[in-house]
């Protein structure tokens, strides 16, 4: 009964040793005053009366155990300080590489940001433009097809559009809506007709004629441009149409969205 007593508080003050160890609260060396403490406080000096009886049973039960657990306190007080001391290092070592991972992801998001902006610079096309700056008048009839040339420019953003030769340029690859419209005085013998042109091939058309009033006719279409297709509006051979400051006849195109 002795020696398990003996052994508990050898136990109890190992757990406080080492939890003192764990909480920062003692050192190596003030865990070796403890231990030698602990010995002292097992086996306190005694009388001449006293030891001769008490020295049977401290050998016998303290003396004998006390060296073996003294030896694994020491063993597992070193283990845990080595531990602690193992953690210490893999949480500077996450703290670094959370601190590396961060400032990736920072950087790869603005690179990210800006070329997301880039593309959508590249993105925004549009135009819509009229035949006429000022005045009024007719155009045509000629004796060949002609491209017309819409100078009035509402919008142009991207500059794909080219007022000087009424061409639409594709800056890259993508599908396009287009859009144009004519107008004319009434002529029994001149009707107006005019076509959406890809890459010198007709596509659509708006065609107008009656005798009396005006003709009005439009059309639209949605046309797939590799870069450097151009897309542009003829008028036909023996046709005409007027325009004046109300701006009636219309050439508009703008991007829908990009292809791959």
Request: charged share 20%; net charge negative.
């Amino acid at each position: 009964m002795k020696g398990w007593l003996c052994t508990l508080l050898l136990l109890e003050s190992f757990v406080f040793v080492v939890q003192q160890q764990v909480d920062g609260g003692l050192a190596e060396n003030e865990i070796s005053q403890q231990l030698s403490n602990e010995d002292r406080r097992q086996n306190p000096p005694q009388t001449d009366s006293l030891r001769d009886e008490a020295s049977t049973d401290s050998q016998q039960y303290c003396h004998l155990s006390f060296p073996d657990i003294h030896a694994a306190l020491r063993e597992l007080t070193a283990t845990v300080t080595e531990q602690k001391a193992h953690i210490r290092a893999l949480e500077t070592q996450l703290r670094e590489d959370l601190n590396k991972k961060t400032d990736e992801i920072s950087n790869l998001t603005e690179s990210q940001v800006e070329e997301l902006r880039k593309e959508n610079r590249d993105r925004e096309i549009a135009f819509s433009a009229s035949l006429m700056e000022s005045g009024s008048g007719h155009i045509g009839p000629f004796t060949t097809d002609i491209t017309l040339t819409y100078r009035n420019v509402f919008t142009n953003i991207g500059n794909a559009y080219n007022p000087i030769t009424g061409i639409f340029t594709a800056p890259l690859k993508a599908a396009y809506m287009f859009t144009f419209s004519v107008y004319d005085h009434a002529n029994p013998s001149t009707p107006s007709t005019v076509s959406i042109m890809k890459n010198g091939e007709k596509v659509v058309m708006a065609h107008g004629h009656q005798a009396q009033y005006v003709v009005n006719s439009s059309n639209g279409v949605v046309l797939i441009l590799e870069v450097g297709d151009v897309v542009y509006v003829r008028l036909w051979s023996g046709r005409r149409i007027h325009d004046n400051l109300n701006n009636h006849n219309t050439f508009s195109g703008y991007l829908l969205f990009p292809l791959k």
